[in-house]
């Protein structure tokens, strides 16, 4: 099955990718942490990316596309895919389609999560994730276990997002509603929308999302 996780900064895309993967099998494809990774390596494309992220705007389509399309060849997405802040605009949205239609795949369902702007400020500061094994925290709503130390791996020490700061959230927000936000309607006319309340906590935003497919699946 191949999902999308539709929603701004901070709507849980991330999250429940992560749950769906755990559950599912379905692979994560997150846009956002293929291009962190490259500018944790260095690369040439993670050093260009870099600039544009830090200020919150979006990396142009063609490099997105070409990473995406290369994560689609490799052979673990066998069981399908939960693309995570891909796509961000109507031109990777159709280069999404083709991409699925060159390997005989289809899209099965877009969830849209909605989340109020001031909730999704409050969730991007108050984010953390763990420096070693890369699990998500945040400090109020998703807390470790044992205050300082990472439930998964044991580690005491945690980052924080560069991008996670007050301004460049809002500047974030400006550019998804911008950019991103006409593809509700998109998916919409395509009949594979479907609509989740992301204001409920994280277990009950999971419900929502296992709501929605069975009803595909079904
Ligand atoms: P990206 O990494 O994709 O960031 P984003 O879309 O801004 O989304 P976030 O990761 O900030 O939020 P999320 O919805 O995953 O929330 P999360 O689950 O972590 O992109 C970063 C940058 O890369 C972009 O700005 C752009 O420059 C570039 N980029 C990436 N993809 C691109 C593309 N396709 N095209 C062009 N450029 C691209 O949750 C947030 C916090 O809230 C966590 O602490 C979590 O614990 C908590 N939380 C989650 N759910 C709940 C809940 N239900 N209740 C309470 N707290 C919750």
Redesign the pocket.
């Known amino acids: 099955m191949n999902l999308i ?1 539709l ?11 992560k749950i769906l993967e755990e559950q599912h099998g379905f692979k994560q494809l ?4 293929m ?2 990774a490259a500018v944790t390596a260095g690369t040439a494309q993670g050093l260009r ?1 870099k600039t ?2 830090d200020r ?6 063609d490099v ?1 596309i070409a990473i995406v399309d290369e994560r689609l060849s490799k052979p673990d997405v066998s069981k399908g895919v939960v693309f ?6 109507p031109a ?1 949205a159709d280069a999404l389609d083709k991409m699925l239609a060159a390997r005989g795949q289809k899209l099965d369902a877009v969830i849209e ?1 909605k ?1 109020d702007d001031e ?1 999704l400020v409050k ?2 500061v ?3 994730t763990c420096a070693k094994c890369g699990q ?3 400090s109020e ?2 807390k470790p276990k044992k205050t300082g130390i990472c439930d998964v791996c044991g580690s005491t020490e945690f980052t924080r ?1 560069v ?2 700061t007050e301004k460049t959230v809002r500047d ?1 927000l400006q ?2 509603n911008k950019q991103t936000a006409p593809l509700v309607a998109y998916y919409h006319g395509q009949g594979n929308l479907h609509v989740i309340d ?5 277990a ?2 999971t419900r929502e999302v296992e709501a929605v497919i069975s009803r595909v699946k079904a």
């Open positions: 996780l929603g701004p900064p901070g709507a849980g895309k991330g999250t429940q990718a997150s846009t956002g942490d291009l962190r990316a544009i992220m919150g705007d979006l990396v142009s389509d997105i995570d802040g891909f796509p961000r605009t990777q999560i989340v909730a969730r991007i108050g984010r953390f998500g925290y945040h709503f998703a997002r991008d996670d974030r550019v998804y992301g204001m409920a906590d994280i009950d935003v």
